[in-house]
């Protein structure tokens, strides 16, 4: 059993991971880059920019010192998000303890290296870290409020699956182990991207026919990639594939849907970005999702519609009629 754990990131989930944590009675402290905005999530016991109207533990510690939070450490948490965690670890890399595992709770693949967060954190903290990946249909809210969710932890070492799985279960939450790391990453990136396009699809009222279509379509074009870049088949129907796709294509709270929605409704990308404060990761997943179709060959029909939609200026009503023009396949 984990004694001291760390958490780094003062967003949604590691708020409410940090708040799981202090009522299983294990010690938990958070630590987030911006000091003053940890000081005023500590001051009001409140995560107000992310996590707003969910009282804080009293046991919750708040450590902005970069050697501190590590120090005493036998877990840490990483929940930065994908795209600016190579800044952040570079940035926490000399105190970091090799032999302490890290749980990443990251969603997305790095633009430019195409790494997933396992991989990212292996690239700038060393080839022989102890890594596991927890995922799943985890809605920060829904957690916070505790109904009934599970999860999934991906780790080659069955035994400290095992350990983390027992780490973060609860009587509300119930966590499985897998030891498919690539696959369990690659599908709680990639259902960003049609996270996207279920809220557009939702945005212009185009019927439950569509959202039928695009789920059952979009899951096959994420099996194929997965399939390609080494991952196990049955991965994408699990928790990490299957099941946060639907929740994340489904959720009104979803960040992701909720941009792609107001893309359906008619703001441009830059319009709906705007309207949120918080990170849109499928944006970026987006990037990376199209140029590893080029690299491994593989068709993805809707994710190159999104980003056509978002980086070229596609309308989403040609966008849609170019998908539907497709030559007549097989299923």
């Known amino acids: ?11 949604a989930m590691g708020t409410v991971l940090a708040m799981l944590l202090c009522e299983k009675n294990m010690p938990a402290r958070m630590w987030g880059y911006d000091r003053r905005q940890l ?94 990946v927890l995922s799943g249909p985890t809605i920060s809210d829904e957690l916070a409020r505790k109904l009934p969710a599970t999860a999934t932890v991906a780790c080659s070492d069955e035994q400290l699956a095992k350990e983390v799985q027992y780490t973060f279960s609860t009587n509300w939450l119930r966590v499985y182990t897998n030891t498919d790391i690539i696959g369990v990453e690659l599908a709680g990136a990639m259902k960003n991207v049609i996270a996207i396009a279920a809220g557009i699809v939702e945005g212009m009222g185009a019927g439950n026919n569509a959202k039928a279509a695009l789920l059952s379509r979009g899951l096959a074009e994420i099996t194929r990639l997965g399939i390609a ?88 009503q040609a966008a849609i009629a170019d998908l539907m023009k497709r030559q007549l396949k097989a299923e």
């Open 229 to 316: 870049c080494g991952a196990r088949p049955q991965t994408f129907a699990g928790l990490s594939g299957l099941g946060d796709l639907v929740t994340t294509c489904i959720s009104p709270s979803g960040r992701n849907r909720s941009f792609g929605e107001r893309i359906g409704k008619g703001q441009t990308a830059e319009q709906a970005q705007q309207a949120t404060e918080s990170v849109i990761e499928g944006i970026a997943t987006c990037e990376s999702v199209v140029a590893l179709g080029r690299q491994y060959n593989v068709e993805m029909p809707i994710t190159r519609a999104i980003y056509e939609i978002l980086f070229e200026g596609k309308s989403v």
């Open 39 to 132: 000081k005023q999530i500590e001051s009001g016991r409140e995560n107000k920019k992310f996590l707003p109207g969910y009282k804080l533990p009293e046991t919750l510690v708040f450590e902005s010192d970069d050697e501190r939070i590590m120090a005493g450490a036998d877990l840490i948490v990483s929940a930065v998000p994908c795209q600016f965690m190579r800044q952040i670890w570079g940035r926490l890399k000399n105190h970091f303890p090799k032999d302490v595992p890290i749980v990443s709770v990251a969603k997305g693949i790095e633009n430019d290296t195409l790494l997933c967060p396992s991989q990212i954190l292996a690239d700038v903290l060393g080839e022989d870290i102890k890594c596991v």
């Open 1 to 11: 059993m984990f004694k001291n754990i760390s958490i780094i990131g003062d967003g």
